[in-house]
């Protein structure tokens, strides 16, 4: 799962993308050869941890990409492609044996090994969830924030966390698999369809790829347990980032079927300086629908912080 290129050298792989156009295979095929994974080893109190990670791009600034459901790198890849020839890029594969802690302090040693002092950090859905912790954890090392479809954890999710932590694991696959995929349809394939994008086909072989791996119910126990973590422990606040000096940026849509408008009502709050960009038709997914909008709005929020 971290790594799916060896997906790409299966029958399998061919079966998957049958339906997709073949241009659009190529381009994963080709990203897929000039983009591989970087190891690195992390050593705790706890022990080793292996992390993988997407480096590439050139530039004086960082650009930290972090994933959502699907927890690897790979799958920011448009994001990867719109900005390595002007910034680093750092796109990393969660260690799924870590705590919500023991990820942001993996992110900072792989910040470190490869020499950067600091990054502009985007998290979409999940992956919001974890920059915003980054950030707090590691602020020096955090440039600013782009958070894409996200929301702050209350203590009202820890309840119905806990209770999925108990669930999930006893699940079998072959029960966990169908509900897996009706999540995924109603958060970014429903919308795709209903929009008649291009790229419908290409996205839900995608996530068959990824379902096929095996690893999807490990990743969804994995988050679910970091996301129990955040839910214990004191909300995010304003105050958290007083004195910090960086910008926060905010992609949101208003007919999201996973963020509620409570909800984005509430990491507004927690940002009340940030800048806000409101769609009103792109779900969950404005990165897809509305790819290019999006890449402006945050290449401009980067070029101002130049």
């Given at each position: 799962?971290?790594?799916?290129?060896?997906?790409?050298?299966?029958?399998?792989?061919?079966?998957?993308?049958?339906?997709?156009?073949?241009?659009?295979?190529?381009?994963?095929?080709?990203?897929?050869?000039?983009?591989?994974?970087?190891?690195?080893?992390?050593?705790?109190?706890?022990?080793?941890?292996?992390?993988?990670?997407?480096?590439?791009?050139?530039?004086?600034?960082?650009?930290?990409?972090?994933?959502?459901?699907?927890?690897?790198?790979?799958?920011?890849?448009?994001?990867?492609?719109?900005?390595?020839?002007?910034?680093?890029?750092?796109?990393?594969?969660?260690?799924?044996?870590?705590?919500?802690?023991?990820?942001?302090?993996?992110?900072?040693?792989?910040?470190?090994?490869?020499?950067?002092?600091?990054?502009?950090?985007?998290?979409?859905?999940?992956?919001?969830?974890?920059?915003?912790?980054?950030?707090?954890?590691?602020?020096?090392?955090?440039?600013?924030?782009?958070?894409?479809?996200?929301?702050?954890?209350t203590p009202r999710f820890a309840k119905p966390l806990w209770i999925a932590g108990k669930i999930f694991p006893a699940f079998p696959q072959k029960l966990f698999v169908p509900i897996l995929r009706m999540r995924?349809?109603?958060?970014?394939?429903?919308?795709?369809?209903?929009?008649?994008?291009?790229?419908?086909?290409?996205?839900?072989?995608?996530?068959?790829?990824?379902?096929?791996?095996?690893?999807?119910?490990?990743?969804?126990?994995?988050?679910?347990?970091?996301?129990?973590?955040?839910?214990?422990?004191?909300?995010?606040?304003?105050?958290?980032?007083?004195?910090?000096?960086?910008?926060?940026?905010?992609?949101?849509?208003?007919?999201?079927?996973?963020?509620?408008?409570?909800?984005?009502a509430l990491l507004r709050s927690t940002y009340p300086n940030a800048q806000v960009h409101a769609f009103r038709d792109a779900g969950h997914a404005s990165s897809i629908l509305k790819r290019e909008e999006v890449l402006s709005i945050i290449g401009s929020f980067l070029q101002k912080d130049r």
């Open positions: 799962m971290s790594s799916q290129t060896s997906t790409q050298k299966s029958a399998g792989f061919d079966e998957i993308y049958a339906r997709v156009p073949r241009e659009q295979v190529a381009r994963l095929k080709v990203f897929r050869s000039t983009h591989p994974y970087k190891q690195l080893t992390v050593g705790d109190t706890k022990g080793d941890t292996k992390w993988e990670y997407i480096s590439c791009g050139q530039g004086e600034q960082a650009l930290l990409l972090l994933p959502g459901a699907l927890s690897v790198g790979e799958s920011l890849f448009p994001f990867i492609e719109a900005f390595e020839n002007e910034y680093r890029i750092i796109a990393p594969s969660y260690a799924l044996s870590l705590t919500m802690t023991g990820l942001c302090l993996g992110l900072a040693h792989i910040l470190d090994s490869e020499g950067l002092n600091q990054a502009h950090v985007f998290g979409g859905s999940y992956g919001g969830l974890v920059a915003q912790y980054f950030a707090r954890q590691f602020p020096h090392q955090t440039r600013s924030l782009i958070l894409s479809h996200t929301f702050v954890l995924l349809n109603k958060m970014l394939l429903s919308t795709l369809r209903a929009a008649n994008h291009p790229e419908t086909e290409f996205w839900r072989a995608y996530l068959n790829e990824a379902i096929a791996s095996d690893l999807l119910k490990k990743v969804f126990i994995h988050q679910n347990n970091c996301l129990l973590e955040l839910a214990r422990q004191p909300q995010f606040t304003p105050d958290d980032l007083k004195g910090w000096p960086g910008k926060v940026l905010i992609i949101e849509s208003e007919d999201d079927p996973a963020i509620t408008a409570r909800d984005r």
